[in-house]
């Protein structure tokens, strides 16, 4: 919403500046964006005086000029036709910047005479094109600021204008009378009354109009008109042009420019019709299917059933309450008019206006709720001024519907506007605002005015008090801790749980990433995820139409991008969600690690090899221990399609899968641009099991004096034998004795063949034996070593190794 | 007795002389060894008078002990010189870079919720969450924003796709984090305080806008709490967020559906050079928005609006990053260039808490 100062005076009488306009403005709501001052950059020059002017004695257009100054009297060499004594100048001065050449004087040498500043011409100024010659000033005394002159005798050449942002509550502030009505009440200056005339018909009016029934009590409630006949349609007075060019709308006409005044003046949309161009009445109708508009935007609208037009006999010639017709549109020619002045429904407005993708001043004023109670008001001031400016005679008004009953009244109850705002606002303070922005009251109920149907309960009226005091004014209050003592712990265990796998990831060495919720189709699919109701209706890019169903394609994508700007090793890691579905909460949390290319860079000892699973295994049990999982997992190998089959795994409680590792498919990398090696992992932290019961005391530690005896095995297998299996079987031998077993080697391939045969492989393990009473005899030792032989060589079909 | 000391000088002449522990061995052997000759002397202590003896056996106990300290000495010396020349040879080039370990970083937006969490919590604030699919329902409806409301067209909203035959009106992805207010208000009911940070998405991507980013919002519901008790709370959080000693807040009345009244807060700061600073200079910067909680919020959530009243607000965690840490461009939040995630992330152990500060 735009206006100028000068306008913004005609409905509010104030001594305030343009600066405590704008403050206050912003402080009640109505924010400003911009305030464009001309005098600002007008504020350094002053009026002189050209004494003398000579020709220059080496150029041919230059003269010589003596000019009397306020700081006496100086010598300018200027170029204008015009320049020559007696005449009265606007002077600027070296160190003065000229807007209209976006030049800082300086004292400078034309053609070796000096010269001390210049003679502005207007369009130097920037106040109009022309250029000429330089200005010349009916009057004005040596010395005086310009700006002060033209505040004086050329107002609406340095009439400021302000910009404010409308929040969608205050329909009333898209029109000035609105604006000023804030600043009243505010205490800026006094509403000047509003005088409605009516303007006495003097014929009836040819043009009947009619609203449909099935619009009557929703779409138009109220429709009214008159014709003025006899009219001249030239250019619209320079004042009403000045305003509209400064607020950015293009003069068009006298009738034009009206309605477009009335909007930003009064927030009273009208519309005029050529009514040489109307056919037979008017109709405010639905639209038929297949009906459509040229409409004044020049672009042709198809018309569904159910938008609202104003049709003649002919058809539609006009969108209601958006956008006029461009077949009845008035012109130069036009002589009989026929004014509109129209109530129209916000919902129904906002509907059309969406679906057609038409956005105008009205449909937004509209949408937004108009003053219904100043539909005829605003239609007898705009016949005043249409015969003012156009002459003509005015008809008969012609109504159908009413003014819809918008009365409505809310307590007002002052202890709980003070409770609510925290501020000390006298009850009397509090009703002389809402009285001063229209509300009537009686006791302490308050009936809004017809302009703010924002107002919809008793908190509207908190917070209309609470603007026009100024929330600037208020002080903070403490808020005291809802308990005294030391505050407990605030975080769930699950966002605890969250925190500690980031904090584990990158302490691992992985960089946190957070990349977008949705992806691509194709990825969608290759992960998993892709079906329709994980699509997003409206993406805004093919790149984001699906929600991501794992963290993984997000990490991958940022992998190749990294390696395409040079980085081949990367350890990337995010926590964050995925979606399993499209409803709410469908979404689960996951944490996702991606090593890629080697461990290392390369050093002199050799540190670095390609990643492996071993590496993203080892990460992943770092992240499941830190958030609690129990060290004892099943490993199985009933992995997605986007792990390499023979080299993944899930690691899972009973039928909870807790963490999927292993090296990413090759085919998903070369689908996705990463060189790989690659290897991930993806934790579901929700799978992990919460301890029963959160008890701090540790379980007791049983640590024995006896010595600890390990032993060595090493078992030929079948080359598809997994470790795990022989480590089970060995830790079963003797579950009271063994306190650990592990896998200290492994040799296959090739030569591994070649010593035990083909297919198989050897596995060692280590194994510890705790005696926890007596030290171990070597006969006991014995036999324990061998019923591990026995359990293990059962286990995995195979034998010690010799 | 001068035999005696012809032994001594021997023996110890010997050890001085001795180049390595062999040789000192045959000497220890030779002077101190069962057929030793001091060993022998002393055997020949017992065929002697008790008082020649006496004597005799004193300064041959003090001989043998003599030379055992000069076999002990010379040993150490001798280990020690070959220590000295293992040392000189076990030289290795200091100056060689050390074994390369990875350092990993914790993203801006995760280390500032963190902080923005350290600091409510100290406030008596818990930490709620939401879903990022939601119904229109929780994102509008609830928050007093009804369907033909002109807000909703302005939240630049992502729709669902809604399979054939399914008339529910599409779920939205979050514009916002409202209504987590809801669900966590429906959920504990009054008096209640928490804050709820998360992504949110709106359909919107230029120099400034990407359709994700983060918000955090904060309610605080109870019997008397004001406007003014949001002021003093967004105070504590900016002063201690920004980390300097004073902040200036303005609240300006503006519009939210979901509060009333509501204010848009500005935070007074200085640009000098491209520099922000908070707290300082004539500039004003619009951080967050906030409010009183709309009667029909509370009513939408099971509270009842006659007993209960409080606050509201919610703000851009991208932004509070970028603000504080200096980050310049929000699109790069979610690029994951390496280069910009080691550049500006946090080290692992970065845990900003209210005790021990929020930032290194």
Known sequence: MKFTLSWLKDHLDTEASLDEIAEALTDLGLEVEEVVNPAAKLAPFTIAKVLHAEQHPDADKLRVCRVQTDEGEKQIVCGAPNARAGITVVLCKPGDYVPGIDVTLGVGKIRGVESHGMMASERELELSDEHNGIIELPSGEVGQLFVDWLAENRPDAVDPMIYIKITPNRPDALGVRGVARDLAARGLGRLKPLAVEPVPGGFPCPVSVTIDPALKDKGCPLFAGRLIRGVVNGPSPDWLQQRLTTIGLRPISALVDITNFFTFDLNRPLHVFDAAKVKGSLTIRPACDGESLLALDGKTYSLRAGQMVIADDTGPESLAGIMGGEASGCSAATVDVFLESAYWDPITIAATGRALKINSDARYRFERGVDPAFTLDGLELATQMVLDMCGGEASDVVIDGAVPDTTRAYRLDPARVISLVGMDIPEATQRATLEALGFALAGDMATPPSWRPDVLGEADLVEEVARIASLTQLKGKPLARETMGVPGPILTPMQMREKAARRTLAALGYNECVTYSFIDAANAAMFGGGAEVTRIDNPISSEMTHLRPDLLPGLLQAAARNQARGHADLALFEVGPAFHGGEPGEQHLQAAGLLVGATAPRDPYASRRPVDIYDAKADAEAVLSAIGAPAKVQISRKVAGWWHPGRSGVMALGPKALCVFGEVHPRVLREMGVKGPAVAFTIWPENVPFPKTKVPTRPALHLSDLQAVDRDFAFVVDAGVEALVAVNAAAGADKALIESVRVFDQFTGDKAEVQMGPGKKSIALTVRLQPRERTLTEPEIEAVCAKIIDKVTKATGGALRG | ?360
């Open chain 2, 1 to 360: 007795m001068a035999d005696l000391d012809a032994l001594r000088g021997k023996y110890i002449y010997a050890i001085q002389s001795a180049t390595d522990e062999a040789g000192l061995e045959e000497i220890r052997l030779a002077a101190l060894g069962k057929k030793g000759e001091i060993s022998l002397k002393m055997r020949e202590l017992g065929q002697m008078e008790p008082a020649a003896r006496q004597a005799a056996g004193a300064r041959l106990n003090v001989l043998k002990d003599e030379i055992d300290a000069a076999l002990r000495a010379r040993k150490a010396a001798l280990a020690d010189a070959a220590l000295e020349a293992r040392l000189a040879a076990e030289w290795l080039d200091v100056t060689l870079p050390a074994r390369p370990r990875r350092v990993g970083t914790i993203h801006p937006v995760s280390q500032v919720m963190e902080e923005v969490s350290a600091i409510f919590a100290d406030m008596g604030f818990a930490v709620a969450e939401g879903p990022q699919v939601e119904s229109d329902w929780f994102n509008f409806d609830a928050l007093n924003i009804p369907p033909e409301h002109p807000a909703r067209q302005e939240h630049d909203t992502f729709f669902m796709a809604r399979a054939e035959g399914d008339a529910r009106p599409p779920h939205v992805l979050r514009t916002h984090t409202s209504p987590v207010q809801i669900r966590a208000m429906a959920d504990l009911g009054a008096p209640i305080r928490v804050i709820a940070p998360g992504r949110v998405y709106r359909m919107d991507m230029d120099q400034t806008h990407t359709p994700m980013f983060h918000q955090v919002e904060g309610l605080a519901i109870g019997r008397d709490i004001s406007m003014a008790n949001l002021k003093w709370v967004l105070e504590e959080f900016c002063r201690t967020f920004f980390e300097v000693t004073d902040v200036e807040l303005r609240f300006r009345a503006s519009h939210f559906p979901f509060t009333e009244p509501s204010a848009e807060v500005d935070i007074r700061c200085s640009w000098d050079g491209g520099q922000l600073k908070i707290g300082q200079g004539d500039s004003w910067m619009e951080i967050l928005g906030s409010g009183m909680v709309h009667p029909k919020v509370l009513a939408a959530a099971g509270v009842d609006p006659a007993e209960w009243q409080g606050f509201a607000f919610g703000m851009g965690i991208d932004r509070l990053a970028m603000l504080k840490y200096g980050i310049p461009d929000l699109r790069a939040f979610f690029e994951s260039d390496l280069r910009w995630l080691r550049h500006y992330g946090f080290a692992s152990l970065d845990m900003p808490t209210v005790h021990g500060g929020l930032s290194r």
